[in-house]
């Protein structure tokens, strides 16, 4: 398909996909896109404004797309375009996963996931939520602490969670098989 749209004259770019994207979920939907940065689990400071995701250029233009709000969270933060934007404008969760995270509201609003090119090993954080939503026995919470700059840009220390596996007693993630199934 790329190799015909080129021939057509068509440049394909970052905003090109966003913007078929955001035309394919029309004005009645909704899309939201991993900003994912795992830094702030490395004492980094985070940055509302300016940190960017480290999911891939698809993702950073959907951070700096003028109608994109980010969900607060340092670590599981998501650029929301579209309809139902606004229900994730005030999203500052305290665990990546939980029950008041942007997974929370994908799952109540019966939303669908598209993945582009990845196996679910690195793709499906859902099945994170799922876990903490039924508190596995694998995984347990832990925190981070870090300077936080938010949108006003005023600084602070602040303290958030994520339901993380229990590396020490020899738990992997392994999730390919699961997807398989699906």
């Known amino acids: 398909m790329k190799k015909k749209l080129i021939k057509q004259g068509v440049k394909i770019s970052p905003d090109t996909i966003l913007d078929s994207f955001l035309e394919a979920v029309g004005s009645s939907g909704t899309l939201l896109l991993p900003l994912f940065n795992f830094d702030f689990t490395k004492g980094i400071p985070f940055d509302y404004k300016n940190t960017p995701s480290q999911m891939g250029i698809l993702t950073e233009v959907a951070r700096k797309h003028p109608n994109a709000i980010r969900t607060g969270h340092p670590i599981y933060s998501f650029a929301v375009i579209g309809n139902q934007s606004e229900k994730f404008r ?39 939520h799922i876990e903490e939503m039924n508190c596995v026995s694998y995984r347990y919470h832990k925190t981070f602490t870090g300077e936080y700059t938010d949108l006003n840009g005023c600084k602070e220390l602040r303290m958030y969670g994520l339901f993380v596996r229990n590396i020490e007693a020899g738990v992997i993630t392994h999730v390919n098989p699961a997807g398989e199934l699906m």
């Open 90 to 128: 005030e999203i500052n969760n305290f665990s990546g996963y939980g029950e008041d995270s942007p997974f929370a509201i994908l799952r109540e609003m019966n939303g669908k996931i598209a993945v582009l090119d990845l196996p679910d090993q690195n793709s499906m954080t859902f099945y994170h």
